[in-house]
């Protein structure tokens, strides 16, 4: 494919924490955390209350994504622990894993700083909304199954591994766009459109949600575009996008938590009654061309279009469950390890069961994958790189 892939809207620094179950005792012994008060709801104002977010996550074994009071909070949080710099974002994690994969990206931005100079390889260009530099760092905590931490009245121990961010990015809140959004898309086979979950003013989305219809007038007639769906802050807003984009969305993506968000109820991943029944459900809320959801077990595309979107689901899995096993290093060499892996038998059984009730659904089963130390960020902005790439390779050999 000649054409570029342009992916957005806004990406992030990241401070991804490393897990140490010892800092976290020592916290919520000083901050005095007992049990009772572990809540996945509640604004979080200070190092107190963010402590009680994540343990209240860990608790449950959930992925989320929340807002804080004040960058400064994350900063006063993080002192604490060991932790790495990295590039986040959907779109600037998605475009990494392209360029592990050979494959050039455009990068619309709307902050930078060094950081972002610093770590963006050269395969990734970029646009930029940007008119100084400033730095909102995102904080990334990745828990392992079985992570433990006493209470003054208890424990919490993990029953999976997930990840949680935390952020307060006025940058990715205001999505200022770029003046050269149209003139890039002119020429993009893909356009990844992600990112609105961190905005909180209603007017200004609208706003941001007309000027990115304007831009999307200059994409080729046959180019994909792909909605990759997030944690949003205000929840409404996700059906306000919805309402405005899904009639120039190709593919809807969406992982199990945002899944279950949606459907205000858990879902049992490996019963093939209840996914069917979700599926169904989902698609009713969200009637994309093709809705995918992507989860530890599976992954589905469903709709009239889904069919055609096999292969690059495939390609999706394969990358997701490589980074899953070897982290930020994987290769294209690693992706092909992979595919020799073996299945989860649980998620091979469901996704031959839901595509025979289900005629218009296609369905991977994840890897069944025994790693000491498994990589959680980022998970799901690999699953959309590994697509589009899928996407890309499935074009060329048309």
Not at 2 to 14: H, I, Y
Not at 59 to 71: C, I, L, M, P, Y
Not at 154 to 170: C, E, Q
Request: cysteine-free; glycine content about 8%; hydrophobic content about 45%.
């Amino acid at each position: 494919m000649d054409r570029t892939l342009v992916l957005g809207l806004g990406g992030t620094v990241d401070y991804e924490l490393t897990w140490d179950s010892s800092v976290f005792d020592r916290l919520t012994h000083a901050h005095g955390v007992r049990r009772h008060e572990l809540t996945t709801t509640a604004p979080i104002i200070d190092e107190r209350s963010l402590l009680v977010a994540v343990l209240a996550f860990v608790a449950s074994g959930t992925g989320a994504e929340r807002f804080v009071a004040s960058s400064q909070v994350i900063e006063d949080f993080v002192s604490h622990f060991e932790h790495s710099i990295t590039l986040g974002g959907t779109g600037v994690r998605a475009g990494l894993v392209l360029d592990a994969l050979g494959i050039p990206s455009v990068q619309h931005l709307v902050s930078i700083d060094d950081n972002v100079r610093r770590l963006l390889p050269e395969s990734i260009s970029y646009i930029s909304s940007a008119t100084e530099d400033t730095l909102d760092p995102h904080l990334i905590v990745q828990y392992p199954v079985g992570a433990h931490v006493r209470l003054t009245d208890g424990d919490v121990v993990s029953p999976a591994p997930n990840r949680l961010i935390f952020a307060n990015d006025p940058p990715n809140r205001r999505m200022l766009l770029s003046g050269d959004l149209s003139s890039a898309l002119s020429d993009a086979g893909v356009f990844l459109v992600s990112g609105f979950n961190t905005m909180q003013d209603h007017d200004l989305l609208e706003l941001r949600l007309a000027e990115v219809q304007r831009a999307m007038r200059s994409l080729p007639h046959d180019s994909l575009v792909y909605y990759e769906d997030a944690g949003f802050y205000t929840r409404d807003f996700a059906e306000t996008v919805r309402a405005r984009l899904l009639p120039q969305i190709d593919v809807y993506g969406m992982n199990e938590d945002e899944l279950q968000e949606y459907l205000g109820r858990s879902v049992n991943l490996l019963d093939p009654a209840d996914v069917i029944r979700a599926l169904l459900e989902a698609h009713m809320i969200i009637p994309a061309r093709a809705l995918v959801v992507h989860t530890r077990y599976w992954a589905f595309a469903t709709g009239p279009d889904a069919v055609r979107h096999r292969a690059a689901l495939d390609s999706a899995v394969r990358v997701a469950a490589t980074r899953y096993r070897v982290g930020d290093a994987l290769r294209a060499d690693d992706v092909d390890e992979t595919a020799a892996m073996p299945r989860h038998g649980g998620g091979e059984a469901l996704v031959a069961a839901v595509e025979a009730a289900l005629p218009d659904a296609v369905g991977v089963a994840a890897f069944s994958l025994d790693v000491a130390s498994p990589t959680t960020v980022g998970l799901g902005d690999t699953f959309v790189g590994g697509f589009l790439a899928g996407a890309v390779r499935s074009k060329e050999h048309a």
